[in-house]
């Protein structure tokens, strides 16, 4: 008889800002293969009317982390109009995840937010999301830690600066306060990745995509590209970024 003990993994909730179902599988499958080594991965759509983001302790019954991902479809500024619906939509998504976000402080749960992820936490923390002409990218970029990497478990086994894979049209337009700025990207990417209170980080770049992730995201997503460029020319294979994920599955694994 095999008595083997299969040693259950602890779960990462996986919060999700799309509706194009090409990206949403995209997203999850990208998360999963990073986070999942130490971590069983489950998503939720913050479109999805049927759950009462207001009790964040039900919300986030059974989970040891949080990932709030991305999104091509929903921005805060973006260069559009006042009354654009879909500047309306990101506002109710910060109003609706209020509650989760003051839950996730309160008790410094292991978050890490990913581009629009890290721009609704920066929000929430008091910053303001403005569109950027200066700082918008569809393209890889080199970032650089300003801070020692070997007091950061999710940056200790990266180089001093790496080139990670951006799409985005807004920013942050300052480092919350109580936030720590981790890495930066010079003039085009001023605010690339914070840390707040012990456990909760964020980054503006895209931790779960590799070259060719990125690639077929870009392809997903029109109008990120300027027209006759094509995604191959704009990003390069860089894997350094993807270890921050990975690192992230592994933080809330050390954490059970």
């Given at each position: 008889?095999n008595?083997?003990v ?8 996986g919060?999700q ?7 949403v599988?995209q ?17 939720l759509?913050?479109l999805d ?6 009790e964040p302790?039900a ?5 040891s982390?949080?990932i709030?991902?991305g999104?091509g ?6 260069n559009?109009?006042?009354d654009?619906?879909?500047r309306?939509?990101?506002l109710?998504f910060?109003?609706r995840?209020k509650?989760?976000?003051?839950h996730?402080?309160?008790?410094d749960?292991?978050t890490l937010?990913i581009?629009?992820?890290h721009?609704?936490l ?5 910053a ?5 002409a ?6 890889s970029h080199e970032?650089?830690?300003?801070i020692?990497?070997n007091d950061?478990?999710?940056f200790s086994?990266?180089p001093?600066s790496?080139q990670?894979?951006?799409g985005?049209?807004d920013v ?5 306060e109580?936030?720590?700025l981790?890495m930066n990207?010079?003039?085009e990417?001023?605010v690339?990745a914070?840390?707040y209170k012990?456990n909760?980080?964020?980054?503006q770049f895209?931790?779960e995509?590799t070259?060719d992730?990125m690639?077929?995201r870009?392809?997903n ?7 006759g ?7 390069r294979d860089?894997?350094?970024?993807n270890k921050i994920?990975?690192?992230f ?8």
């Amino acid at each position: 008889m095999n008595n083997t003990v299969v040693e259950k993994k602890p779960k990462i909730l996986g919060i999700q800002f799309r509706e194009n179902v090409s990206s949403v599988n995209q997203e999850q499958a990208c998360i999963v293969r990073e986070a999942g080594v130490y971590n069983d991965v489950e998503f939720l759509n913050v479109l999805d009317e049927s759950v009462n983001w207001n009790e964040p302790a039900a919300v986030l019954d059974g989970y040891s982390g949080v990932i709030l991902g991305g999104s091509g479809e929903f921005d805060f500024d973006g260069n559009r109009s006042d009354d654009d619906p879909v500047r309306a939509s990101s506002l109710a998504f910060l109003e609706r995840l209020k509650p989760l976000f003051a839950h996730i402080f309160e008790h410094d749960i292991p978050t890490l937010g990913i581009c629009y992820g890290h721009q609704i936490l920066g929000a929430f923390a008091g910053a303001q999301v403005l569109y950027s002409a200066t700082e918008k990218k569809s393209r890889s970029h080199e970032v650089k830690l300003v801070i020692d990497k070997n007091d950061y478990f999710l940056f200790s086994d990266l180089p001093d600066s790496f080139q990670a894979h951006y799409g985005h049209k807004d920013v942050l337009d300052r480092v919350p306060e109580g936030a720590i700025l981790l890495m930066n990207g010079g003039d085009e990417c001023r605010v690339s990745a914070l840390k707040y209170k012990n456990n909760i980080y964020s980054t503006q770049f895209h931790p779960e995509l590799t070259f060719d992730d990125m690639v077929e995201r870009i392809q997903n997503s029109p109008g990120y590209l300027p027209e006759g460029v094509l995604a191959e020319e704009v990003y390069r294979d860089d894997p350094n970024s993807n270890k921050i994920l990975h690192n992230f599955g592994k933080f809330v694994r050390m954490q059970v």
